[in-house]
T-cell receptor, first 117, second 110 residues
Framework: GAVVSQHPSWVICKSGTSVKIECRSLDFQATTMFWYRQFPKQSLMLMATSNEGSKATYEQGVEKDKFLINHASLTLSTLTVTSAHPEDSSFYIC?????????????FGPGTRLTVL | QKEVEQNSGPLSVPEGAIASLNCTYSDRGSQSFFWYRQYSGKSPELIMSIYSNGDKEDGRFTAQLNKASQYVSLLIRDSQPSDSATYLCAVPKAGNMLTFGGGTRLMVKP
């Protein structure tokens, strides 16, 4: 149980294009999902909190117009990197909040490796 | 003081030994604690969660929580080379956002 998938697992795109990453909770409903970014040998950095049916909450320094988040259903959140540039190349990971234990357990997707040429 | 602190390591243990990973946290009101394992190039994987003082065992893993001293630890018995990874301690804050420690890199040598 508590499986989270991401698609695609990796993507290579040209500078200036937009890339959409999907995050799905496969066997549970998640009203809250989180998007992280991780650069090589660095810690996870929370980008935004995605709540079903409402606008995402972005962390300080994260451009909401560049990283568009949509959480249209209880099992799907999407992150769109608009007008991607080489500096956006990173490992993007989503997590979904599951109802295990105290209801505050985050289950992570396998991640999406984005390379912008 | 960082909210969640871990020794970055690397912690090197021989195969079959007990690996002890430690984490301290600053918010005395924290109620839940998580250990994640992250292999290089992969996303974090939940290992253990613990909510009450004392020990919680799951297979070769034991999580220990001491709220009075504000530390949580993870013991890995009979360490295997496949346990070599970075172990992340995480504590939820408002909005269920996780605050992660910097992670401890564990190396289990055959």
């Amino acid at each position: 149980g508590a499986v989270v998938s991401q698609h695609p697992s990796w993507v290579i795109c040209k500078s200036g294009t937009s890339v959409k990453i999907e995050c799905r909770s496969l066997d549970f409903q998640a009203t809250t999902m989180f998007w992280y970014r991780q650069f090589p040998k660095q810690s996870l950095m929370l980008m935004a909190t995605s709540n079903e049916g409402s606008k995402a909450t972005y962390e300080q320094g994260v451009e909401k117009d560049k990283f568009l988040i949509n959480h249209a259903s209880l099992t799907l959140s999407t992150l769109t990197v608009t007008s991607a540039h080489p500096e956006d190349s990173s490992f993007y990971i989503c997590s979904a909040l599951g109802l295990a234990g105290g209801g505050d357990t985050q289950y992570f997707g396998p991640g999406t490796r984005l390379t912008v040429l | 003081q960082k909210e969640v602190e871990q020794n970055s390591g690397p912690l090197s243990v021989p195969e079959g030994a007990i690996a002890s990973l430690n984490c301290t946290y600053s918010d005395r009101g924290s109620q839940s604690f998580f250990w994640y394992r992250q292999y290089s190039g992969k996303s974090p994987e939940l290992i253990m969660s613990i909510y009450s003082n004392g020990d919680k065992e799951d297979g070769r893993f034991t999580a220990q929580l001491n709220k009075a001293s504000q530390y949580v630890s993870l013991l890995i018995r009979d360490s295997q080379p496949s346990d070599s990874a970075t172990y992340l301690c995480a504590v939820p804050k408002a909005g269920n956002m996780l605050t992660f420690g910097g992670g401890t890199r564990l190396m289990v040598k055959p």
